[in-house]
């Protein structure tokens, strides 16, 4: 069996059921191509390699927050805060401790006796001005397409660092957690090496780069985690080794072939049948759904809504379309701040969807005669025309047969349906478009303010209520904040212009001699790689 990342179960650490014929169908493929691991050809009991998807494309701390780097570089760089691996709760990484002044300034408290891989000492002035360098808006890193009001940045003490912002920003710790802190000091000395050496405090330092096919990372001796109680994990290897594949195929036969010990990011199906229980799931940070056109006098019949929620057979789509898929409420996941483990997906219901269905016919709503049209992003994500497919079927059988399907490519059609998405002025278009959702912020105050809200990017529909819900909340923070967002959920969960289906799952492979739980951030750190 593979092992299974459930949502709803994570913090149980209990394994969702899977449906009768998932199993059977996921079975016969993994004893059809499932290939026994081969034992490490050159392994040392402290050293690993890895597979990665993708190359950094320099060693730049301020493009680190990019999933493609941090798979690197977040193990030799670190935050002033880290998350939690099982809750995604802010807990202490350079910073032991951290305080909201007021409404625009936050405080935070170093750790003592951290060193750089340089030798330098974790100050707090050398903090503020590295921070400085990484957001200046004069030097324009990637990183400022995070957003966020200007912060700037103080020492008021040896070891107290003040982060103040232009405006209130309730996302300050998210920006914080997604900013590792280089070394002043050699950002002074070296400034030509920029992106090309990189100088953190992580328990991993630089040793080589082989542009183009690996890089190699050893311990490092002196990290303060070695000793700290609450340090994110331990060093188990003295050496890494990241060898570049871009192919899936070609990071499962490194693994099968024992020449690494994880590979990262499969797909889910090739995963499953080629590595059977050696296929890990883990959460990722996208939602799919379905988005309605508010002003179509058939989608705006909320049991038309209603029915097609219930038409949708998500367990069984998300096992064998979407390579294990889980089953969502909202268009966000289980780390995002505000999401409603009150919430439960509507069952796969045809007999009740055909009911609703009629119903609204008999009361004058114009399902035979308006016609419908199901659209889709070609390579939108991994599976999509299938989904579409499915549904299509689906939608007939429940009798809404007025409907066609399309995949879209990428132009100026697929911007206006899927990315500018004016508010659906034509009753006459009845679009439901297949898409997806990332929460990179893993809040859901941003996806609510762009989806849900009267003049929401977005948004398809006005409820007022919403509005004034989330202009009270996003100044909230802590439990308040997830409290009120979760209430905003439920208002969404209940309007149903946006139809959830799924939270997507990563695949990694692990070799036998190593294990790997996945934390709820959906990263990959190597001090969450043990040997067994």
């Known amino acids: 069996m593979t092992t299974r990342f459930d949502p709803f179960r994570a913090q149980a650490g209990t394994a969702a059921p899977k449906s009768a014929k998932a199993r059977r169908m996921l079975a016969a493929g993994a004893f059809a191509l ?19 998807l993708v190359e950094p494309p320099s060693l730049d701390v301020a493009n680190a927050y990019n999933a493609n780097s941090r798979t690197v570089l977040g193990n030799v760089f670190e935050g002033l805060v880290g998350r939690d691996g099982a809750t995604n709760e802010f807990v202490p990484e350079l910073a032991t401790a951290w305080e909201q002044i007021d409404d625009s300034t936050w405080q935070f408290t170093l750790r003592d006796g951290v060193t750089f891989h340089d030798g330098s000492p974790l100050t707090a002035a050398g903090v503020a001005e590295a921070l400085a360098y990484v957001w200046s808006k004069d030097n324009g890193f990637q990183i400022r397409a995070l957003g966020g009001p200007e912060m700037s940045f103080e020492a008021v003490s040896d070891m107290v660092v003040q982060v103040q912002t232009e405006t209130p920003d309730p996302l300050l710790l998210t920006r914080v957690w997604q900013t590792y802190v280089p070394s002043a000091e050699h950002i ?19 040793k080589d780069w082989t542009r183009g096919t690996s890089i190699t990372l050893e311990d490092n001796e002196s990290w303060w985690g070695s000793s700290a109680a609450d340090a994110y994990g331990a060093i188990d290897f003295t050496e890494a080794t990241f ?15 024992g020449e690494v010990d994880f590979s990262e990011r499969l797909p889910g199906e090739l995963c499953k049948a080629a590595l059977a229980e050696n296929c890990i799931e883990s959460p990722d940070t ?82 035979e005669a308006t016609p419908l049209k199901l659209a889709t992003m070609s390579g939108g994500f991994i599976g999509n025309d299938q989904v579409m497919e499915v549904m299509l079927e689906q939608l007939k059988q429940i009798g809404i047969t007025n409907v066609s399907a399309e995949v879209m490519e990428r132009g100026p059609a697929w911007q206006d349906v899927f990315i500018h998405a004016p508010k659906p002025t034509d009753p006459t278009r009845g679009l439901i478009a297949l898409h997806k959702h990332t929460n990179d912020p893993y809040d859901f105050a941003s996806t609510v303010m762009a989806f849900y809200t009267c003049e929401g990017r977005l948004s398809v529909a006005c409820n007022p209520e919403i509005d004034a819900k989330i202009a009270a909340a996003v100044s909230l923070v802590g439990a308040e904040r997830q409290a009120a967002l979760a209430e905003i959920a439920a208002l969404t969960y209940q309007d149903l212009w946006y139809i959830p289906l799924h939270h997507e799952v990563r695949f990694h492979g692990i070799s036998d001699r190593v294990s790997f739980e996945p934390p709820l951030h959906a990263g990959v750190r190597l001090t969450d790689i043990k040997l067994r």
């Open 34 to 52: 499932a290939l026994p691991l081969a034992a490490p050809l050159a392994a040392q009991a402290e050293t690993i390699a890895i597979a990665a």
């Open 286 to 367: 996208t939602s799919t759904y379905f988005r309605l056109d508010s002003t179509n006098p058939v989608l705006a019949d909320h049991r038309i809504r209603e029915a097609m929620s219930l038409a949708v057979d998500r367990e069984t789509i998300g096992e064998l379309l979407l390579g294990g898929a889980a089953p969502a409420t909202m268009i966000v996941g289980p780390a995002s701040t505000g999401y409603n483990r009150d919430l439960a997906p509507l069952p796969y219901d045809m007999e009740k969807a055909r009911a609703l269905v009629e119903a609204a016919k008999a009361d004058g709503v114009p399902v």
């Open 188 to 206: 002074r000395s070296h400034p030509e090496e920029w992106g090309q050496v990189a100088v953190g405090t992580g328990p991993y330092k630089v």
């Open 243 to 257: 060898l570049f594949r871009p192919e899936p195929a070609s990071r499962i036969a490194a693994l099968q072939a």
